[in-house]
């Protein structure tokens, strides 16, 4: 099995620059989830990320910074606007997909001319980004960023704990970072500059109000504008989803359903008036608690052998638009793990 290791301990850090200077992955605290990084300038490290995943290698990852500066070495006709949302909202959980700079392999953007960049917001994060880029500069290697998608197996939840990553990748990941549970526990928020419009092709913690605030112009999800198909892995109808067959209800049924099989189990908000036991899990009627958690208790219930999980409606509220795009997904389960 993987080390794990405290990203508290310098010695820790130290060790995780070394495995990727030496082109090894290493599994990587986040704000949002836990990711599986490489040198995002040596391919063949970033090969191994695919086949670590499992994942196809024309899903790109996103590229992660650890200075607004490395961007023009990643990225090419930085629009005005990356900028203005870099500066409000890095280091964070916002991700920008740009025109990418010729020197990026192919291997890290799925052979697209764009790239995803992100400056993750967790402290261990920033300080093996930061370190990494150092030792990249005393040798003088140009770069420092780290490609990293979700440290899952292709279709699977993301992690949000070290040992999930451990428990998901086994020895595929030799080293991982431990930066306890992560804050905000689902996906960034990914919006795409490269097409003129800013569009949001994935929701997540930061939103689209946020983001127009910001920009001063009008921000849309892409399935409200979409003509060509999405370019996102995590669009997949059914990116997320446990092996359990999950379905949303409301209250009542899930409360009738309960008292007739003891092998379903349940996730309910806290104003459902259900309590909690073995298999009924009670989550905050709030946004970002209930994204805090949702991963993590999908998982263990995956683990807890029922055979339906069930899951409480969310309020139709665009608060809980990135929470919904999540559960959506993880209730599908036509095609799963299918391109
Ligand atoms: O919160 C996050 O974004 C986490 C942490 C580790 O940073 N990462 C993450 O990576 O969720 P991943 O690979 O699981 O999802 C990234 C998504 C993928 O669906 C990918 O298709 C999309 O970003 N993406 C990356 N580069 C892209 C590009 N050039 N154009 C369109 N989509 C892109
Ligand atoms: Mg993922």
Known sequence: MPEIASGQSPEAIDQAVALLR???????????VYGLAADADNPDAVRQVFTAKGRPADHPLIVH??????????????PDAAWTLAE???????????????????VVTGGQDTVGVRMPGHPVA????????????????????????????????????AQHVADELGDAVPFILDGD????????????????KPII????????????????????MQSAVASEPPRVSGSL?????????LKVGDAEMIAQALQQSQRIAAIVRDDAGLKSQPNVVVLANHPAAYAHDLYRVLRELDAGGYFQI??????????????????????????????
């Open 22 to 32: 030496a082109g090894r992955l290493i599994g990587l605290p986040t704000e949002t």
């Open 65 to 78: 910074l650890g200075a607004d500066d490395l961007l023009t070495h990643y990225a090419r006709d930085i």
């Open 88 to 106: 409000a909202f890095w280091p964070g959980p916002l991700t920008m997909i740009l025109k990418k700079a010729p020197d990026v392999p192919d």
């Open 126 to 161: 920033l300080s093996l980004l930061r370190a990494f880029a150092e030792a990249q500069r005393q040798a003088g290697k140009a770069g420092g960023g780290l490609a990293a998608p979700s440290a899952n197996r292709f279709g699977r939840i993301s992690p949000t704990t």
């Open 181 to 196: 549970d992560c804050q905000v526990g689902i996906e960034s928020t990914i919006v795409d500059l490269s097409r003129g």
């Open 201 to 220: 092709l994935r929701p997540g913690a930061v939103s689209a109000a946020q983001l127009s605030l910001v920009l001063g112009e009008p921000v849309a």
């Open 237 to 245: 109808a059914s990116h997320y989803a446990p092996q359990t067959p």
């Open 310 to 339: 069930l899951v409480q409606a969310l309020p139709d509220s665009v608060a809980w638009a990135a929470v919904q795009d999540r559960l959506n997904r993880a209730a599908h389960r036509d095609g799963l793990d299918k391109p």
